[in-house]
């Protein structure tokens, strides 16, 4: 089992960047597929980004963003530039046991989140 811990999310002006930082518990970190996701008020949660064999965006954030990690560090890591309003949602990472997957499904633990408010 792993617990995710998310950080790094706040208020930007559209346009700056933001880098969140999800941290795992225990040993296999590096055994996991992560994802983030996030979740608009009033919307379902959205896949944004994963990290296994390769890595795989939506599009609206291709070219935005990266998603990365550091094994040694248990960490995963989003860094998101050119950020617009539409951006704004509470982000979540996940891990699986599987393959990265693009469906909230396909993941076994997730973080509590953390908001991130793009301003206009």
């Known amino acids: 089992q792993v617990q995710l811990v998310e950080s790094g999310g706040g208020l930007v002006q559209a346009g700056g960047s933001l880098r969140l930082s999800c941290t795992a518990s225990?040993?296999?970190?590096?055994?996991?597929?992560m994802g983030w996701f996030r979740q608009a008020p009033g919307k379902e949660r959205e896949f944004v980004a994963a990290i296994g064999i390769s890595t795989y965006y939506t599009n609206s954030v291709k070219g935005r963003f990266t998603i990365s990690r550091d094994n040694a560090k248990n960490t995963l890591y989003l860094q998101m530039n050119s950020l617009k309003p539409e951006d704004t949602a509470v982000y979540y990472c996940a891990a699986s046991n599987r393959a990265a997957s693009i469906r909230t499904a396909g993941y076994d633990y997730w973080g509590q989140g953390t908001q991130v408010t793009v301003s206009s």
């Open positions: 225990g040993r296999t970190f590096n055994s996991y597929a």
